[in-house]
Each structure stands twice: as C-alpha cells, then as structure tokens.
Nanobody, 120 residues
Framework: VQLQASGGGLVQAGGSLRLSCAASGRTFSRYNMGWFRQAPGKEREFVAAITGPGDGTIYAGSVKGRFTISRDNAKNAVYLQMNSLKAGDTSGYYC??????????????WGQGTLVTVSS
C-alpha cells in the first residue's frame, strides 16, 4: 500500500488542523493505521492508531483529548483532527500502515511526512 499524507501547515497555538492520509490499493480496510510525528533532532514518536474497521483507537497521552483519529474505508483515507494545538506539537507528521500498535517497528508502510508548525 502506498500512503500520501497532506494537510500540514502553519497555525497559531490553540488552533486546529486536519491531516489526511490517502492510501492506494483495494485492501485498505485490512490495515490498521497509525500517525506518528518526528521533530528535528528527536526520535519518531507515536501519536494515534486506529483498527482496520475503525472500531478501536489508541492515543499518546500527550494528545489524548485534543487529537482524534478516524478513517473512511470507502475513500481509502485516514484522518487526524488536531485541536488545541500547542507549540510542542510542531513536527513532521507521518501516517503508517501495519499492526495496531504504538511502536514504529510494527508498521510496514509509511507515507512521506507533512509538516505542522504551531506558532506561540
């Protein structure tokens, strides 16, 4: 599966952004999907994940209550709604397909990143 993330940009602290990840292939609904982020000089970290059918989600503690992951299997897409953004959320955001997990090593397919910059 090929993944293409989009929707990043510059936003003020307290604002919102919605990231999208478009996937190719006819078996998208079989894949659990995740969002990760990586800031310059830091390791890639888990943000959120969703099961293939969309009936289960997990979040990093730092984003829980502010971010929402969702998917539309009919459109081969997964989304990350980000609200109440903070300067610390500034990062490159990556979507990935694989196991339902918080760990980067459990994901087999990765999209290119989309940059989110939050100004304080």
């Amino acid at each position: 599966v090929q993944l293409q993330a989009s929707g990043g940009g510059l936003v003020q602290a307290g604002g919102s952004l919605r990231l999208s990840c478009a996937a190719s292939g006819r078996t998208f609904s079989r894949y659990n999907m995740g969002w990760f982020r990586q800031a310059p000089g830091k390791e890639r970290e888990f943000v959120a994940a969703i099961t293939g059918p969309g009936d289960g989600t997990i979040y990093a503690g730092s984003v829980k209550g502010r971010f929402t992951i969702s998917r539309d299997n009919a459109k081969n897409a997964v989304y990350l709604q980000m609200n109440s953004l903070k300067a610390g959320d500034t990062s490159g955001y990556y979507c990935a397909a694989g196991r339902y997990s918080r760990f980067t090593t459990d994901y087999f397919f990765w999209g290119q990143g989309t940059l989110v910059t939050v100004s304080s």
